[in-house]
């Protein structure tokens, strides 16, 4: 049996555990609030540009491979995933990293060429220990509290590079969608070629014309709209990982509450024997 002195200093020790622990949700809570306005934010933009995309490609006829159509072939697959460079944050990591693995398992059985590009540190641990020669590259953003725009710039610029020299046909990322503190979504969505939503309700209405022409338009606009599309599942990403992470030092919190009950229980009758 552990003496009095090694209670007391386990006690002391949960304690100060929990003190970090407390911090940590307190520090999390407030980063989600502004994470959260980002992320929602950035849903009507992110899906405006693709009902524009859509409405354009109606009328576009694709000559070769381009952003928009794909190559026509679904050998070679880039695979995209987000996660943090920090853990503490529950299964929010291993959930994103598991789904991409079953992915990258899956289309190898189906005789599929895949290449990985991870987006934080996480996913490249987790990803390394069974596909390490498929990870092409590893991009950890900076550590704050907000992404900038210009650094998914340069992550969209590489991924384009990528395709122009023919490296993958058909390109997706992994991230969490943000639904609450509790719940965060893993979501696997595919870039390129796009996927446009189908507007059922404007399916019979006069086309629109745009100027200048769909072709000008769409060499602009394809490329801004890759940056979009990984910028708000990033900015989805960002807030999932801060309400994951709050939940999860919560849970904490109330666990060394817990054991301090039990040890301070067992110290009072250790003493009083």
Request: glycine share 6%; with cysteine.
């Amino acid at each position: 049996m552990a003496s009095l002195k090694d209670l007391k200093n386990r006690i002391k020790s949960v304690k100060s555990t929990q003190k970090i622990t407390k911090a940590m949700k307190m520090v999390a809570a407030a980063k989600l609030r502004r994470a959260q306005e980002r992320a929602e934010a950035a849903r009507p933009y992110s899906d405006r540009m693709a009902q524009v995309l859509a409405s354009l490609a109606s009328g576009y006829n694709a000559n070769g491979a381009n952003l928009l159509s794909g190559t026509g072939q679904d050998k070679n697959y880039l695979l995209i995933v987000a996660t943090s460079n920090r853990g503490l944050a529950g299964a929010f990591n291993s959930s994103i990293s598991r789904a991409a693995n079953i992915r990258v398992n899956k289309l190898l059985a189906e005789g599929k060429n895949v290449k990985i590009l991870c987006i934080g540190k996480k996913g490249y641990d987790a990803l390394k220990r069974n596909h390490k020669q498929r990870i092409i590259n590893t991009v950890e953003l900076a550590a704050k509290n907000t992404i900038e725009f210009s650094e998914v710039e340069a992550i969209a610029a590489q991924v384009i590079e990528l395709f122009h020299k023919g490296e993958f046909d058909v390109a997706s990322i992994f991230y969490n969608k943000f639904q609450s503190a509790i719940s965060q979504i893993v979501t696997e969505k595919q870039i390129i070629p796009l996927s446009l939503p189908v507007n059922e309700n404007n399916a019979d209405a006069t086309p629109s014309e745009f100027e200048p022409g769909e072709e000008e338009i769409l060499e602009t606009l394809l490329p801004r709209n890759l940056a979009v599309q990984i910028f708000s599942g990033l900015l989805e990403n960002l807030a999932s990982e801060h309400g994951a992470r709050m939940t999860a030092m919560d849970n904490a919190t109330r666990n060394a509450g817990d054991m301090i009950q039990k040890l301070t229980l067992v110290y009072n009758r250790t003493r009083q024997a």
